[in-house]
C-alpha cells in the first residue's frame, strides 16, 4: 500500500499475527531450542492462549480433541527433532480420522538442513504420508501465505492435518509486513463442494424405489453440519439410520429411526438389516473395513449410494452404483425437496423384530461389568455427556451402550485406533466445551500411554473426569488371544498403578468403585466435583465384547453372546 | 493391467517425491515415470506407467493423486486417442568385422541415429513406440547389449 509504513515483523511474529488472523485463540505445545524464537514472540501477543503439554504427542491429540469437538482447526506446536517426531501418532489419529489440524515444527537453520545437525530431523518427509498436505519454509515473507493456505486445506473438502516446518533463522528473519493475504491461489486444491444434478437424481431414484433402505451415516454429517438434513431426509422416507464409529451424534441415539452402530462390534440389528436391505445410503462415510468386512458378502442384496467430498473414497472399497460427489449438506438439502415422503412399514416393523431379538444387552450379574458402568453413566448422564474414549473393548462397549443425542458428542480414534488418546483428547475437547461435562471412557492400559497430561489438566484446572476401565489387561488383545489364539495368552498383563493414589499425586480427585453398588454415587460425586476426578472402575477382567464380526469376515459369521438369553437385561435397542 | 496416467504438477523441490511416496505406500507399481518442462511456466507434466492394475484401482490412481496438493491435473489416458512414445539409448557391442551386421538391423528401422561409436561398440538412439523398441532390442540382443538405458513412455492425448 502506497504511503502506508510497512512494518517490519520477525517470522515468529509474522505467524502470530496469522494465527490471530485465522481466528486462532487456543494452541497447545511444547518448546525447544528451534522453535524458541516464536515461543519468545508469543509473548507479545495474549490473544493466542498456550497450553503446555507434558509431551507433544498430547499437544496433538489435544488439538484433535478441540478440533473434533468445536469443528475448528486445532493447533500444535513442536520444536524441532525429536519434538516434531512426538507429534506423529496425533497426526496420523487426525489424518485417518478427517480431523483439521495445523501442526508448527521448528526446523534448524537453513544453512544447517541437510548436515545432521543437532535435533535436526526431515519431519516433511517423515509425515508426508499422515498428512495432508505439509511445508517447509524458507523464508519469512512466505509464511502468511503458507498459513493461509494450510488453515485452508486442513479445514476444506475432506479434513485433515497440515504440518508447517519452519527453520529457527526464519522465525528471526524480519520482513516487510502490510496485510494478511485475503485470496489463496491453489490450483492443484479444489474440492468439489456443490453436487452434480445428473448423481443426485440418479441417486434420488434409487432411493424413492428402494423398499429396504438404510442410511449408513459417518463423520461427514458432522464435518458438513447436515444432522438436520439427515434427519429430515430419514423421517421424510421413513429409512433407519446407522452411524459408523464417528459418526455417533451425526444422528440422534434417542431416535426411533436409530439403529446404532454396525461392522465389526456394530449392533446384530444392524448388521442383519444391512445384510436384508436393498439399498445401503452412505452419507459421508467411508466404508472402512471395519464395516465392511469381506467385500464380496457386504450387502449382497443391495446396491450403494455413495455421498462423499473426497472422490478417492468413493470405489475405494465398495463398488458404488450411485455416487455423489459434494459436501452432504449440500447435496441433502438439492436431494431433500426430490424424496418421495413414504411410510416403510414393512421394513420398520422388520427392524422392531430385529431389534427385539438382537439387542445389546449386559449380562445378569453381581459382578462389576464395564458393560455395566458405562450404562450407568449414560443413564446418569441423560446420554448428555461428551464422551472421549480410548482404544479396546472399553472403546466398544462405550460405542455400543452410551448412545449419545449431542451433536460432536462422542469422539474416538477409529481409523487408527491410538491408544492413549482418551486423555489428551478429552483435555482438548474440555477446552473446546468449557461449560459441558466431559467423560473419558478410559482403558487402563491406554490412560498408561499418555497420563503424564494429568499434570496439564490440573494446571488448567480442567474438569474432566475419567473412568478408567481398570480390568487389568489390554483387554481387546486378551479378548483376540482368547478367541483366535486359542486361549494362549501373552503380553497382556497391564496392571496400572494404584489410580487413586495417582490421582492425588497429581491433585486431582480420585475414587474407587469395585462393586455395583457404588457405580451410580461415584458418577454422581465425580460430576459434582468441581475440578478433574478418576474414577478407577475395577472391572470383571475376562469379558468379551460382542457382537463380533471377525475381521475380514461377514454378517454370516458374526458371533452374538453366548451368554444372551431371556433373563438377560435388554438394553439400548 | 497397464495404465497411463498424465499429469500436470508445480514445479518445485519435492513434488516428485510426493508422488512417488503416494504411489508407494497406496501399493501402485510404476512402471516408469518421465517428468519434465510442460507448456505452462512453472509446471511439469508427468507421464506415467503403471503396471498391474485391478478393477477398482484404476479410479483410485487418478483421485488419490488428485489428493496431492501439487498435482494440478491427473487423467487417465490409457483409453484415449494418444501419442506415446519412449526414447532408448543402446550400447551394443560391435567391432569392425560385426558393424555392418548391426548397421543392417538399424537401416529397418525409423527414428534411429547413432549417437556414438568405437571399435567395440555403437550407440544407437531410438525413439518409438514401446514395441518398436522391442522390436530393434531384440534383434539387437544377439550382438551383444552391453548397456541400455530406456526413458519409460512419454505420452500426450491427440483429441
Ligand atoms: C477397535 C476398533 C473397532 C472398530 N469397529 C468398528 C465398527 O464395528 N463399526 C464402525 O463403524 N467402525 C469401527 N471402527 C472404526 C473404523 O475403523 C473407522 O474409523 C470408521 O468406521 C470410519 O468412520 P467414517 O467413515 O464415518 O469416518 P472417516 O474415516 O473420517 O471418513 C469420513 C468420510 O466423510 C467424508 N466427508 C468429510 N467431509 C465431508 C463433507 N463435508 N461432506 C461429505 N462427506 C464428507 C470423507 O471424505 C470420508 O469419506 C473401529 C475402530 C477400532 C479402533
Ligand atoms: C498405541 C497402540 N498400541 C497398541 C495397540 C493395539 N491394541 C488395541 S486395543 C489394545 C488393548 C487396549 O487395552 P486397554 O486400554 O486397557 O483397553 P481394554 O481393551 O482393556 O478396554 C491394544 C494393545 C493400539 N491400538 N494402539
Ligand atoms: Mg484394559
Redesign the pocket.
Known sequence: MKGVAVMELAGGELICESLIEEGVDLVFGHPGGAILPLYDHLTKYPQIKHVLTRHEQGAAHAADGYARSTGKVGVCIATSGPGAINLV?GLATAYMDSTPMVAITGQVTRGAIGKDAFQETDITGITLPVTKHNYLVTKASDLPMVIKEAFHIAKTGRPGPVLIDVPRDVLQEMTPFNEYPTTIDLPGYKPVLEPNNEQIEYAVNLINKAKRPIILAGRGVQISQAEEQLVALAEKAQIPVICTLLGLGAFPGSHYLNLSLMGMHGSAFANIAVDESDLVINIGARFDDRIVGKVEEFATKAKFVHITIDPSNINQNVEAHAPVVGDAKLVLENMNPLIKSAKRTEWLKRMDQLRNKHPFFIPETDKLL?QFVIRQLWEATGGQARIVT??????MWAAQLYPTTVERGFITSGGL????YEVPAAMGMQMGRPEDLVWSI??????Q?TLQELATIRDEKLPVKFAI?N?S?????RQWQELFYDNRYNQID?AGPDWVKLAEAYGIHGIRVDNKENVLSAIHEANQHDGPVIVDFVVEQEGNVYPMIPAGQSVNEMVEDPDMDEKSSMVAK | MKRIISAIVHDRPGVLNRVSSMFRRRGFNIASLAVGHSEKEGFSRMTIVVDNVEGMQADQITTQLDNVVEVVEAADITDHPTVIRETALIKVAATPSTRGQVIEILDLFSGIEVANVSTEWIIIEMTGTTEQVEAILALLEPHGIIELMRTGLIALTSN
Open positions: 501418532v464395564p480410548g482404544v479396546g473393548q472399553h472403546q485406533g491410538t491408544m492413549g478410559a482403558g487402563d492400559g491406554g490412560f500411554m476401565m480390568n489387561y489390554l483387554g481387546m488383545v497391564i
